[in-house]
């Protein structure tokens, strides 16, 4: 069994020191914070990836270097597994302790015990690719992770700028080029192409749709939808608007899918006409939010929830039209979904719903266990997955009618037009367009389905969120000890009150989430546990925020 060369690490570990006093974890999305302490964690990461390629047999591991939805000052690096999916969970513990080794012995030393408690074949071949988003500090970590590719002889592929998704495309396809799981072109142009081949077999014959106003939240996905689009034709017309990727302080600021789900209000540069359906991304095009304006000129959100509950309807809808409906649906929604989605999936639907943390990756592994199942975050991060034997069915069938037919030619293309590895903007806009193309639905009708609780988020600036320790899919607090009856006793006195707590993974913040019968109440009920969960972690410094009661 070859063995690390000691020398050629520590000259290229020399090149990227560890920040002192720095403690990293890999969290919701893989590391992430501000991009001037990532050089070394990213560094490590390509070591990490080297490695769990070697461990899977030279199995092509993917790389995203992005921030997604934080401010241009950030940065992140995550992992992505054989199929497309995330870094198995066990392995996050590895690249933790990889990323917080204080010194290159320490380094080798986890590198050593790594290859042999987890019997890894050093002489087995390592491939690696990788890709970021548009912030300027991509490039310089780009080349980090390089350097750690190069501790390991990694053989590697450089994508450029890419949204995550395409990413996670390329990834399987170049795990399944050849077998019968083939997955597609392992390239932009193969993404584009596969995708709008299924999006215009869905909406061929029908009423094209109004034009889709777009915020790319100046982030990755604007220069790639205006790529995508040729690929479209005239099957849809979609505006595009927050496409200023030269100024990166614009990435995300009062845009995107974030900021519309948070503030529940339209980016910054659009003027909304009643009526009118419009769609932000995130700043790495992996999630979708759709609104529009009410005629008495209320913002309607169109959020993750919304967007479960149409492709389920539409999917149940679908089966049974195809006459195949020994396929079960199923969907995955995290604390976050609203209650009056989750009555609706389970009362009107009849469709079993599962709550997991946050997280795609807990989303994913869950959606896994249905023939069909559904994941959406409502912060409109999901997608659809089709298991093997739904889709062997879908294949196979062949229809007694010729309705059953085009059901099931609709299926098959349904599966095609969705990304299976992961939550996918791209991708989620032209189900969502192909659904209300076949229906020729408005965004109201869309929204009638059932009436959102009103609901907020509030983010907590505390001096250490890690003492917030959840349980229950991050529904209740076990520590601090004592906040969670604090909570409890104040939920009970508003209506319909819900409310929870969680750190951050992906920010420095707590999150509060409130729900509850009016807006009046709910804006009460959030901040009366934001104004608690500060008091409990201010350690009497900062300001307490006004609004908090
Ligand atoms: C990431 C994850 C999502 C998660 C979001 C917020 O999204 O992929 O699953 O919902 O972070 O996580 P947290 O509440 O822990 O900060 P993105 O789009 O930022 O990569």
């Not at 002489?123 to 590719?149: C, I, M, N, Q, Y």
């Not at 934001?530 to 350690?539: E, I, K, P, T």
Request: net charge negative.
């Amino acid at each position: 069994m070859a063995s690390v060369n000691i020398e050629n690490l520590n000259t290229l570990s020399g090149l990227h020191p560890k920040p002192e006093n720095v403690k990293f974890t890999y969290g919701t999305a893989g590391f992430r914070m501000k991009a001037e302490l990532l050089d070394s964690v990213v560094f490590r990461t390509g070591i990490l990836a080297a490695l769990r390629s070697k461990k899977l047999d030279g199995k092509v591991i993917g790389c995203m270097i992005t921030a997604s939805h934080n401010p241009a000052q950030d940065n992140g690096v995550k992992l992505v597994d054989p199929m497309g999916e995330m870094l198995e969970g066990s392995w996050e513990a590895h690249v933790t302790a990889l990323s917080n080794a204080e010194t290159n012995e320490q380094l080798v030393d986890i590198i050593h015990s790594m290859v042999s408690s987890l019997k890894i074949d050093l002489t087995k071949p390592a491939k690696v690719v990788f890709g970021r988003d548009t912030r300027p500090s991509g490039e310089a970590l780009a080349a980090a992770f390089v350097d750690g590719l190069k501790v390991l002889d990694a053989e590697t592929t450089d994508y450029g700028i890419v949204t995550t998704p395409q990413l996670h495309y390329i990834t399987r396809c170049l795990n399944t080029a050849g077998t019968p799981e083939a997955y597609g072109e392992p390239s932009a142009e193969g993404y584009y192409k596969k995708l709008a081949g299924a999006f215009k077999t869905l909406v061929d014959g029908k009423t094209k749709l109004s034009p889709l106003t777009l915020d790319c939240a100046n982030g990755v996905g604007a220069p790639k939808f205006q790529e995508f689009v040729p690929f479209l034709g005239d099957s849809i017309s979609v505006n595009i608007m927050n496409d200023d990727v030269e100024n990166a302080s614009k990435l995300n600021l009062n845009s995107g899918a974030d900021y519309v789900k948070s503030n529940q209000r339209a980016p910054v540069g659009l003027k909304m006409v009643p009526q009118q359906r419009y769609a932000s991304f995130d700043g790495d095009a992996d999630r979708i939010v759709y609104y529009y304006q009410d005629d008495d000129s209320t913002f309607k959100l169109l959020d993750g929830d919304k967007i479960a509950g149409l492709a389920a309807m539409f999917i149940i809808d679908l089966v049974k039209a195809a006459g195949i409906d020994s396929i079960s649906v199923g969907v995955v929604q995290t604390a976050y979904a609203n209650g009056a989605s989750t009555q609706y999936l389970r009362n009107t639907l009849n469709v079993p719903v599962s709550c997991v943390p946050t997280g795609v990756k807990h989303l994913h592994h869950e959606a896994t266990k249905y023939d069909v199942g559904v994941y959406f975050e409502a912060n409109g991060h999901g997608t659809v997955l089709f298991s093997p034997s739904a889709l062997k069915t879908i294949h196979s069938a062949e229809g007694s009618s010729p309705a059953q037919a085009v059901a099931i030619r609709n299926l098959r293309a349904f599966s095609d037009v969705i990304n299976q590895t992961v939550g996918d903007a791209f991708s989620d806009l032209l189900f969502v367009e192909t659904i209300l193309t076949q229906r020729q639905w408005t965004p109201k009708i869309w929204d009638q389905a059932y009436t959102d609780l009103p609901n907020r988020l509030v983010k907590v600036v505390v001096q250490d969120r890690s003492i917030f320790k959840t349980v229950d899919a991050e529904r209740k607090l076990v520590e601090p000890a004592g906040l969670q009856d604090a909570i409890d006793a104040i939920v009970l006195k508003f209506r319909d009150g819900r409310s929870f707590v969680r750190p951050s993974g992906t920010e420095d913040v707590v999150r509060v989430y409130a729900e509850a019968a009016t807006r009046p109440e709910t804006d009460e009920l959030a901040f009366r546990i934001a104004g608690l969960v500060f008091d409990y972690n201010s350690n009497g410094s900062g300001l307490r925020p006004r609004e908090f009661i």
